[in-house]
């Protein structure tokens, strides 16, 4: 309930603002004062909606307690009560207050009074909730601006930890592979570069924009790289018990993307199986993957296949803390352990 505080020296007319106001169509609180001091030690401990004071008073005038309710609080509409004979200080007061009505001296009417405190009422109202909403707009705008900086940080954090990876793609695009690659037939030297240029495009998919729980990166992967009716068959196996934290299965699911996808496009056919378990504070993945020896197993040749094996170890040693590889004449496995994020 809002409060209004009116002050005046003359007991006669406290008792006639006492009666006018006795049925003040709203809901208000009044506290009257003859002493300026009360009134002010009032107000230096309560809100108040609405101060009306009386200009002409003997120890403090209208004018000082005005400026000192200003300061106080700032909020509070202020209502000037002058004798008639005084009306002409009253370009005066409106001059140095922050005044929202004038009352005048002597008046009859309820209405007199309680049309000037209802409109103030209504203005300080105003005032509170123009206020009000200001700050939510405020508020809003600093979540806003809180959230846009940790996206920002976090896309700052994620280029920072994974520009080593980013590199290695980038300078085989760049063309390092053409400076190495005159044993190359035209075919085998446009195959692999579209093939790095396929490992930059998935990571910037899982590191940079993606964000998938483990059960959908598996899916996903499966369905890359599973194809059982033309002997190619693919497993993916979570022996950890519970679902992978997402930085980690980033990480993860592009270590099994390079080694899926060497099988993919190197080999004609194979048994690739996958297994995710903990070993310590890592995370280990595990691929083996068997193919035949005999026929026409490998879609290009051998030293194709060795530029694309070291590429993949390259950027497979940066993303993950420690690397085991073994290459066979039927197959190869493999070993990432990735440390556990806290």
Same mark, same amino acid.
């Given at each position: 309930?809002?409060?209004?505080?009116?002050?005046?020296?003359?007991?006669?007319?406290?008792?006639?603002?006492?009666?006018?106001?006795?049925?003040?169509?709203?809901?208000?609180?009044?506290?009257?004062?003859?002493?300026?001091?009360?009134?002010?030690?009032?107000?230096?401990?309560?809100?108040?909606?609405?101060?009306?004071?009386?200009?002409?008073?003997?120890?403090?005038?209208?004018?000082?307690?005005?400026?000192?309710?200003?300061?106080?609080?700032?909020?509070?509409?202020? /209502?000037?009560?002058?004798?008639?004979?005084?009306?002409?200080?009253?370009?005066?007061?409106?001059?140095?207050?922050?005044?929202?009505?004038?009352?005048?001296?002597?008046?009859?009417?309820?209405?007199?009074?309680?049309?000037?405190?209802?409109?103030?009422?209504?203005?300080?109202?105003?005032?509170?909730?123009?206020?009000?909403?200001?700050?939510?707009? /405020?508020?809003?705008?600093?979540?806003?601006?809180?959230?846009?900086?940790?996206?920002?940080?976090?896309?700052?954090?994620?280029?920072?930890?994974?520009?080593?990876?980013?590199?290695?793609?980038?300078?085989?695009?760049?063309?390092?592979?053409?400076?190495?690659?005159?044993?190359?037939?035209?075919?085998?030297? =446009?195959?692999?570069?579209?093939?790095?240029?396929?490992?930059?495009?998935?990571?910037?998919?899982?590191?940079?924009?993606?964000?998938?729980?483990?059960?959908?990166?598996?899916?996903?992967?499966?369905?890359?790289?599973?194809?059982?009716? =033309?002997?190619?068959?693919? =497993?993916?196996?979570?022996?950890?018990?519970?679902?992978?934290?997402?930085?980690?299965?980033?990480?993860?699911?592009?270590?099994?993307?390079?080694?899926?996808?060497?099988?993919?496009? %190197?080999?004609?056919?194979?048994?690739?199986?996958?297994? /995710?378990?903990?070993?310590?504070?890592?995370?280990?993945?595990?691929?083996?993957?068997?193919?035949?020896?005999?026929?026409?197993?490998?879609?290009?040749?051998?030293? %194709?296949?060795?530029?694309?094996?070291?590429?993949?170890?390259?950027?497979?040693?940066?993303?993950?803390?420690?690397?085991?590889?073994?290459? =066979?004449?039927?197959?190869?496995?493999?070993?990432?352990?990735?440390?556990?994020?806290?």
């Amino acid at each position: 309930m809002d409060t209004v505080v009116i002050l005046d020296n003359d007991n006669k007319w406290i008792l006639n603002y006492k009666r006018m106001l006795s049925n003040f169509p709203e809901e208000a609180e009044f506290r009257f004062f003859q002493q300026p001091e009360a009134a002010m030690e009032y107000l230096s401990s309560n809100q108040a909606a609405v101060f009306a004071c009386e200009m002409d008073m003997p120890l403090m005038s209208g004018d000082e307690a005005l400026s000192m309710v200003e300061m106080m609080s700032p909020d509070t509409v202020g /209502i000037a009560i002058m004798q008639g004979r005084e009306a002409a200080k009253a370009l005066d007061i409106f001059n140095r207050h922050q005044i929202h009505k004038l009352i005048v001296k002597p008046f009859s009417f309820p209405e007199e009074i309680q049309g000037p405190i209802r409109s103030a009422l209504a203005h300080y109202r105003e005032q509170i909730e123009s206020g009000r909403h200001y700050r939510e707009m /405020i508020q809003e705008f600093a979540a806003v601006n809180r959230k846009q900086d940790q996206i920002l940080a976090g896309m700052e954090e994620k280029k920072q930890r994974y520009d080593g990876i980013f590199d290695v793609a980038a300078g085989i695009i760049r063309g390092n592979i053409h400076s190495e690659a005159a044993r190359l037939t035209p075919e085998e030297n =446009k195959r692999i570069t579209g093939f790095c240029v396929d490992l930059l495009h998935e990571f910037m998919h899982y590191y940079l924009f993606e964000e998938r729980n483990s059960v959908f990166q598996i899916n996903f992967l499966l369905n890359l790289f599973h194809f059982p009716g =033309k002997s190619r068959s693919f =497993k993916i196996l979570n022996e950890t018990g519970k679902d992978i934290p997402q930085a980690t299965m980033q990480k993860l699911s592009y270590g099994i993307f390079l080694g899926g996808y060497y099988c993919r496009q %190197a080999l004609a056919k194979y048994r690739a199986s996958v297994k /995710i378990s903990i070993e310590g504070p890592y995370y280990a993945l595990q691929m083996d993957c068997e193919h035949p020896t005999d026929g026409d197993v490998f879609l290009f040749g051998e030293e %194709a296949r060795f530029r694309l094996r070291r590429f993949l170890e390259e950027i497979a040693g940066k993303m993950s803390d420690h690397m085991e590889l073994e290459v =066979k004449d039927a197959g190869f496995s493999a070993k990432l352990h990735y440390r556990q994020e806290t």
